[in-house]
């Protein structure tokens, strides 16, 4: 079996399921991997086979869209080059994780495709949302990726089709800890935009994984880390909690571990918006932006005992078994042998 797997690069978190699945997934058949998209810090160790500059987004320096930065970057002659250039008919099974280019493709090509991922969840409107929902975020998060068929993750059931977050291997039994740091990984702010606010914390040790970071340094309460996914790892192992952005993917490995979450979601964002919805509805800290009380409400977390609610780990194997059994792939066999006979 032939499959292609569409990843979309703006942000780590769709990397970083990818590496988690990729292991599983090759059991299954011979795939190749295209990447859309070019603001992903994690490196690549997948088979890629295509890749485009896609759509992505760019942030501005304290915790909101760069706008321009989106715009500027989108080429719609591109992307139809792109999608029209893709040999999708020669795989027996397309795998999108929220790449528009694949879509498009599938479109051009009349192809069945399986969208695999966090915004497939957001085809439900049972999945949280805002109070005020954004109409073009609606129509983003549910036809931009469009497929055939739909496996979403989120941080609880909310539908049929709606299963656990692909949680990373070194976490599945690992032996957590509490060594008092708190993890700080908020890719949407720059150093300047937090940093008397955490220097006001003296009592509290921050690992902070900036952009930018070439080695490990500690100046006063802080050490600065690189954007490593090994080392990332190792401090959320052992932090007391973590403050991040609105993305899914690691508010989703702090909650599976039991850590303290702080989640700052990006301004404007609406996905990040629907998801901070969804935490706040299981009790934890959200917070809307960073004013000048933020330093008394981080100490406050810090010390406050509170408990966040567990999360399960998503079975890949059983998930992918789904795919497959699912998947109009199946059904194109099915013809196949009928016509024979």
């Known amino acids: 079996m032939k499959i292609f797997y569409a990843v979309q690069a703006t942000g780590n978190g769709h990397i970083s399921r990818a590496q988690q699945i990729y292991p599983y997934l090759k059991n299954f058949g011979d795939v190749?991997?295209?990447v859309s998209g070019n603001n992903a810090n994690l490196k690549f160790p997948l088979p890629i086979k295509y890749r485009s500059k896609g759509c992505s987004l760019h942030y501005s320096k304290c915790g909101g869209l760069n706008y321009s930065g989106i715009i500027k970057n989108i080429k719609p002659w591109m992307m139809y080059k792109d999608a029209s250039s893709l040999p999708?008919?020669?795989y027996d099974v397309i795998i999108n994780d929220f790449d528009f280019i694949t879509s498009l493709a599938c479109k051009l090509k009349k192809l069945p495709s399986v969208q695999l991922g966090h915004q497939a969840s957001f085809q439900s409107d049972a999945t949280p949302r805002p109070d005020k929902r954004s109409l073009v975020g609606e129509k983003i998060?549910?036809?931009y990726a469009h497929a055939t068929n739909h496996i979403g993750f989120h941080f609880q059931s909310y539908d049929s089709f709606i299963l656990p977050p692909v949680i990373k291997e070194e976490f599945i039994g690992a032996k957590v800890s509490d060594l008092n740091h708190v993890t700080v990984y908020l890719p949407s702010f720059q150093q300047h935009c937090l940093l008397a606010a955490f220097n006001k914390l003296k009592h509290i040790h921050?690992?902070?994984?900036l952009d930018g970071i070439e080695s490990i340094?500690?100046?006063s309460n802080i050490t600065y880390y690189p954007i490593d996914q090994s080392l990332f790892n190792k401090s959320l192992l052992s932090c007391h909690g973590l403050i991040t952005g609105g993305g899914f993917e690691t508010p989703s490995e702090a909650l599976y571990l039991g850590k303290k979450l702080i989640s700052i979601p990006i301004r404007n964002h609406y996905e990040q918006q629907c998801n901070a919805a969804a935490l706040k509805k299981m009790g934890i800290n959200v917070l809307e932006d960073v004013g000048d009380d933020?330093?008394?409400i981080v100490e406050k977390w810090f010390f406050e005992n509170n408990t966040n609610p567990r999360i399960k780990a998503n079975n890949i194997h059983q998930t992918l078994e789904l795919?497959?059994?699912t998947y109009p792939y199946?059904?194109?066999k099915v013809k196949a042998a009928a016509l024979l006979f």
């Open 206 to 209: 921050f690992h902070w994984f």
């Open 32 to 34: 190749d991997f295209f």
């Open 330 to 332: 199946h059904q194109k």
């Open 88 to 90: 999708l008919e020669k």
């Open 323 to 325: 795919l497959f059994d």
């Open 141 to 143: 998060l549910k036809h």
């Open 294 to 296: 933020f330093p008394e």
């Open 217 to 219: 340094r500690t100046e």
